[in-house]
């Protein structure tokens, strides 16, 4: 299974964006669907996950308030909902899958797909 995400572009700081990320297949209803970052130079970071069956997100402390991730029952398209972005957001986006419901390591998520880019400048 892919995970293609899309969504990213060029916003001003203090704007928004919303992120999606569709599987090209099945995707069992106990997995957590989460999303990354990677900023130019740096490591891939965690930024947030859920069941995706729904509901109990959890989130990196730098996004809690600013990010929102949900899903679409109908669309099958996990989202990712960015509030009051900032410069320091700037990164490739990916989406990826874990078996363990409160992962965080990219190590222990798989199915990454290409990343979106978000670039926040003014």
């Known amino acids: 299974v892919q995970l293609q995400a899309s969504g990213g572009g060029l916003v001003q700081p203090g704007g928004s964006l919303r992120l999606s990320c569709a599987p090209s297949g099945h995707i069992l209803s106990s997995s957590t669907m989460g999303w990354f970052r990677q900023a130019p130079g740096k490591e891939r970071e965690f930024v947030a996950a859920m069941r995706w069956r729904g509901g109990s997100p959890y989130y990196a402390d730098f996004v809690k308030g600013r990010f929102t991730i949900s899903r679409d029952n109908a669309k099958n398209t996990l989202y990712l909902r960015m509030n009051a972005l900032k410069a320091e957001d700037t990164a490739v986006y990916y989406c990826?899958?874990?078996?363990?419901?409160?992962?965080?390591?990219?190590?222990?998520?798989?199915?990454w797909g290409q990343g979106t880019l978000v670039t926040v400048s003014s």
């Open positions: 990826a899958r874990v078996r363990e419901w409160g992962a965080r390591e990219s190590a222990d998520f798989n199915s």
